[in-house]
């Protein structure tokens, strides 16, 4: 199953202090759903843990997260790999900043996911919690930028 998100909020902070931000990788995984911590191996390569709600379930979940294709505060590429019990995905976001002014910055971000062995009556649910928890995680991260400066 391939899903495909993508959103642009505007963010009332410089290029660079949302650049900074979004290269940290325990104030971006803040944002996630379920944050417990995060493993980091080297710069631009992590892992997440976190726990998914998933109606009456919570799913501890593994995120091994590599960020690359990077042009200093302009884009880079967040490649994921998540494992839960009986379950797998990926994930890659593009991200790219932009200017709006000296004090503002617009993020886009194109998010897909790709899933595996889902049963047809998980799909609709699968998507739709897709969609919400990666518009969730992006609308926050800009909110805890703005409030961090």
């Not at 992590?46 to 501890?60: I, S």
């Not at 593994?62 to 379950?87: P, S, Y």
């Not at 897909?112 to 998507?127: G, K, Q, S, Y």
Request: hydrophobic share 45%.
């Amino acid at each position: 199953m391939l899903l495909s998100y993508a959103g642009t909020p505007t963010i009332r902070v410089p290029v660079a202090t949302v650049w900074t931000r979004l290269l940290d990788p325990v104030f971006v995984n803040r944002s996630a759903p379920g944050f417990q911590r995060v493993e980091v191996r080297s710069a631009g390569d992590y892992t997440v843990l976190c726990e998914v709600q998933a109606g009456f379930f919570t799913v501890p979940f593994r995120l091994d997260i590599l960020v690359d294709d990077v042009v200093e505060h302009e884009r880079c590429r967040i490649r994921a790999t998540g494992t839960a019990k009986d379950f797998a995905m990926t994930m890659e976001s593009a991200v790219r900043l932009s200017p709006l002014d000296d004090a503002t910055t617009s993020l886009g971000w194109q998010a897909t996911i790709t899933m595996a062995d889902l049963p047809p009556f998980a799909r609709p649910l699968v998507e739709t919690a897709g969609r919400l928890l990666t518009e969730k995680f992006w609308e926050d991260f800009a909110t805890r930028v703005e409030a961090a400066r």
